[in-house]
Nanobody
């Protein structure tokens, strides 16, 4: 299983960030696998942004929900993150990662992309 993030490295405030995670080795519609976006701002810890479930439903962090959309393209086996109205506070390394839900317990992230740096600056 491999995950690869891609997207613009530099953005201006108020723009919409769009990142793509291309997954290989497993179908993104596989039961029990949830595909998350996570970020790490400089000097801070990891922040969960949201995930998309095998059903295609998406769930978001309450703090980012109003600006976030996660979708998928099953024909390309890709998951996409969109974050609107970015500010310098959205500067971070953005990761996609896989978690597993067995119906009662989350297994934890077992596969990660290498991350992609996004810098928001005027």
């Amino acid at each position: 299983v491999q995950l690869q993030e891609s997207g613009p490295g530099l953005m201006k405030p108020s723009q919409t960030l769009s990142l793509t995670c291309t997954i290989s080795g497993v179908s993104i519609t596989t039961k029990n696998y949830y595909w998350s976006w996570i970020r790490r701002p400089p000097g801070k810890g990891l922040e969960w942004i949201g995930y998309i479930a095998p059903s295609g439903s998406a769930y978001y962090s309450p703090s980012l929900k109003s600006r976030t959309s996660i979708s998928r393209d099953t024909s390309k086996n890709q998951v996409t993150l969109q974050l609107t109205s970015v500010t310098p506070e959205d500067t971070a390394v953005y990761y996609c990662a896989r978690d597993t839900w067995d119906g009662s317990v989350w297994s934890g992230y077992d596969y990660w992309g290498q991350g992609t740096q996004v810098t928001v600056s005027s």
